[in-house]
C-alpha cells in the first residue's frame, strides 16, 4: 500500500486547509486510517484516527477544531483543519492500518508541511 498525502501550505492563523492522503495498491487490505504530526523538536503525536466504519477519535488538542473523514470508494482520507493556531505548524502524516487476518502492518504518507503564520 502507498500513500499520498496533499493539501499542507501556509495559513494565517485562524484559517482553514483541507489534507488529503489517498491510498493505493492493496488498499482492501487497510482497516484504520489517521493522521499524525511532528512539530520540529517533537516527538510524532496522533491527531485523529478513523476507522473503516467511520468511527473517529481525536487528540484534546484539535478536537472541535478537525474533522476527519474517509471516502472508502476512493481509498481517501481528508483532515479538515479550521481555526489553525501557529501551534499547529508541523509536519503531518497520514498512516493506514493493515489488520492481523492480512498480517498487521502500519502504512505512512511521506508528509505534508502545515505551516499557521501568526
Known amino acids: 500500500v502507498q500513500l499520498q498525502a496533499s493539501g499542507g501550505g501556509l495559513v494565517q492563523a485562524g484559517g482553514s486547509l483541507r489534507l488529503s492522503c489517498a491510498a493505493s495498491g492493496s488498499a482492501f487490505s487497510i482497516n484504520n486510517m489517521g493522521w499524525y504530526r511532528q512539530a520540529p523538536g517533537k516527538q510524532r503525536e496522533l491527531v485523529a484516527t478513523?476507522?473503516?466504519?467511520?468511527?473517529?477519535n481525536y487528540a484534546d488538542s484539535v478536537k472541535g477544531r478537525f474533522t476527519i473523514s474517509r471516502d472508502n470508494a476512493k481509498n481517501t482520507v481528508y483532515l479538515q483543519m479550521n481555526s489553525l493556531k501557529p501551534e499547529d505548524t508541523a509536519v503531518y502524516y497520514c498512516n493506514a492500518v493493515r489488520p492481523p487476518v492480512y498480517g498487521y502492518l502500519v502504512y505512512w504518507g511521506q508528509g505534508t508541511l502545515v505551516t499557521v503564520s501568526s
Open positions: 478513523i476507522t473503516s466504519s467511520g468511527s473517529t
